[in-house]
């Protein structure tokens, strides 16, 4: 049982930055991948990015891809996701997601994620 838990969401400016935290208990943190991903209203979710078990392979949408990063604090049971020159599209609850292989062959695809949080609320203004 993995139970994951975000951070930091809120209101941000176009251009400015935003870190986004992702708190995990249960399982031994440092045994599994994590994701983040995101649903806009009237959309479906979407895969944002992802890193490997120790953070040594991270995989990004391309739509994020130079703007966010993705990384993790294994002594902190954390995950994070850093977003820099965040745009009005990239508004959306944004969710952290546990996927219990250590390195996911198939990053992007949600149903490979076995736990979720909550989901933390992202504005970004014009």
């Known amino acids: 049982q993995v139970t994951l838990v975000e951070s930091g969401g809120g209101l941000v400016q176009a251009g400015g930055s935003l870190r986004l935290s992702c708190a995990a208990s249960?399982?031994?943190?440092?045994?599994?991948?994590m994701g983040w991903f995101r649903q806009a209203p009237g959309k479906e979710r979407e895969f944002v990015a992802s890193?490997?078990?120790?953070?040594?392979?991270?995989f990004y949408a391309d739509s994020v891809l130079g703007r966010f990063t993705i990384s993790r604090d294994n002594t902190k049971n954390t995950v994070f996701l850093q977003m820099n020159n965040p745009k009005p599209e990239d508004t959306a609850v944004y969710y952290c997601?546990?996927?219990?292989?250590?390195?996911?062959?198939?990053?992007?695809?949600?149903?490979?994620?076995?736990?979720w949080g909550q989901g933390t609320q992202v504005t970004v203004s014009s």
């Open positions: 997601a546990a996927n219990l292989a250590r390195q996911p062959n198939h990053p992007g695809w949600g149903a490979s994620y076995a736990y």
């Open positions: 249960g399982r031994t943190f440092s045994s599994y991948s």
């Open positions: 890193i490997s078990w120790n953070g040594g392979s991270t």
